[in-house]
């Protein structure tokens, strides 16, 4: 009682109106879901209103590690170039065709970033391993989401892809007690020039690694510079990963 009146007070002082006395509870028994990747997993579209629209649903851990109610920008690798990504529009599916499920998102992909650079024991492994363990202290992990390969598009890089990333993807699967979450892998844009070898390497992705998916990137467009997506390129590719995750996990 001497908080409620100690706080009514002080905002009659300052003029301000008290909308709420305890914090927001944070969510519980989330199905978790990793975002890892290059930039056009952290997301380069331009914001617009629907991207800031908050579903009840669907959380993400910020930076901070605090669990936020899930808008774009998502991530916050590149602070000057983030923007809408795919996993937004990805979670609402989730969340709209499974009503009973809270979504949290773990964003931690990084611009630029070569495959080399997400091996066992490096900096951006061990971030998203770090931050996918404290998640999941809140949930089950239910999926790992990748969209990477114009840093390894270069054919020599393209020919050992799929043995590369699988040995990547076991270990992590293995660190995090999750060695049969489902993967889902998309296609950088068919815009990107020489992007044929990556494509067809991210194709052969599905045979090496269990439980894996590919999503096409077919018809998507890019925002002018032949490399990021627009961001209705990103919304349509969140759809396609959440059809592809759905397939893998079931319905049940």
């Known amino acids: 009682m001497k908080r409620l009146l100690g706080l009514l007070a002080l905002g009659v002082l300052t003029g301000c109106v008290v909308v709420r006395l305890e914090e927001t509870p944070k969510p519980e028994n989330m199905q978790l879901f990793l975002l890892i990747g290059q930039s056009n997993m952290a ?14 649903r669907v959380f ?18 590149r602070p000057e170039r983030i923007g809408v990504g795919l996993g937004s529009t990805f979670a609402r ?18 611009g630029g970033s070569s495959l080399e650079e997400w091996r066992p024991g490096h900096y951006l492994y061990n971030n998203a391993l770090d931050r996918a363990r404290e998640a999941m ?6 999926g790992i989401l990748w969209h990477q ?6 054919p ?3 020919a050992t892809y799929p043995e590369r990333f699988a040995a990547m ?14 993967v889902v892998v998309g296609e950088i844009g068919h815009f990107v020039k020489g992007g044929g070898p990556i494509n067809s390497a991210l194709a052969n992705v599905v045979n090496v690694v269990p439980r894996s998916a590919l999503v096409t990137a077919e018809g998507l467009g890019h925002q002018g510079d032949s490399l990021h997506f627009d961001s209705a390129a990103y919304r349509e ?3 396609r990963y959440a059809e592809a995750w759905g397939q893998l996990a079931g319905k049940e």
């Open 60 to 77: 993400m851990m910020n930076k901070r590690y605090e669990w936020v109610p899930a808008v774009d920008p998502m991530h916050y690798d």
């Open 169 to 182: 993807i076991a270990r992590l699967r293995k660190d995090l007690g999750a060695e049969d979450v489902p």
């Open 137 to 142: 202290a809140r949930g089950k992990l239910a």
């Open 156 to 158: 020599e890089l393209a």
């Open 237 to 239: 590719l969140g759809r």
């Open 43 to 56: 997301g380069r579209g331009a914001v617009e209103p629907q991207d800031r629209v908050v579903h009840p």
């Open 149 to 154: 390969g114009e840093s390894d598009a270069a």
């Open 93 to 110: 599916v989730v969340a709209e065709e499974r009503p009973d499920v809270v979504v949290g998102l773990i964003p931690a992909a990084f």
